[in-house]
């Protein structure tokens, strides 16, 4: 079977972040790539990834850029499978330039917007997760396990630590 989820991010140094979703992704076991594609860097790259991403059978595009991250969005102009973003923190602006360039796209070209940083890496996991789990029984019943999980690990009470 192809993979169905590609995890793609900016730069290198955004792999610390994005490794977030990759890791839930393992924990599921779903089967992903991860590349460095730049909308900057290496336009070309992220042409030619947008445009065979149908007939690759991507289902879920998971993008992770910091600054004027403009990866996620120009991604979601130039493919249908649905995008999720992730804006990587950054040193200047704190992610927070990172999020409304994600987050503010023109209508008829959406991003699935997360939070910022490494907890919205892994809730792109799990949102990529959840989208794939509509039509696979099985992977529902792991997401279902892992929820209840991370439910069952909270303490009612806290704790002097
Ligand atoms: C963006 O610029 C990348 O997504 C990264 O978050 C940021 C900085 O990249 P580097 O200078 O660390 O390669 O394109």
Request: net charge neutral; aromatic share 4%; hydrophobic share 50%.
């Amino acid at each position: 079977m192809s993979v169905e989820v590609g995890i793609i991010m900016g730069s290198q140094s955004d792999w610390p972040t994005m490794r977030e979703a990759a890791a839930i992704l393992d924990a599921l076991q779903i089967p992903y790539e991860a590349k460095i594609v730049s909308a900057h860097r290496t336009p070309d790259r992220l042409w030619t990834y947008g445009k065979t991403a149908v007939d690759r059978g991507l289902k879920v595009i998971i993008a992770g850029a910091g600054g004027a991250a403009h990866l996620p969005g120009m991604m979601a102009s130039k493919t249908r499978v649905p995008v999720i973003g992730v804006p990587v923190q950054t040193k200047a602006l704190s992610g927070v330039d990172s999020l409304y360039s994600i987050l503010q796209m023109p209508k008829g070209y959406p991003v699935a917007t997360m939070a910022i940083g490494a907890a919205g890496a892994a809730n792109a996991g799990l949102m990529a997760a959840g989208i794939l789990a509509l039509g696979d029984a099985a992977l529902a019943a792991r997401l279902d396990a892992w929820r209840a999980a991370l439910t069952a690990s909270i303490p009612e009470e806290p704790k002097d630590e």
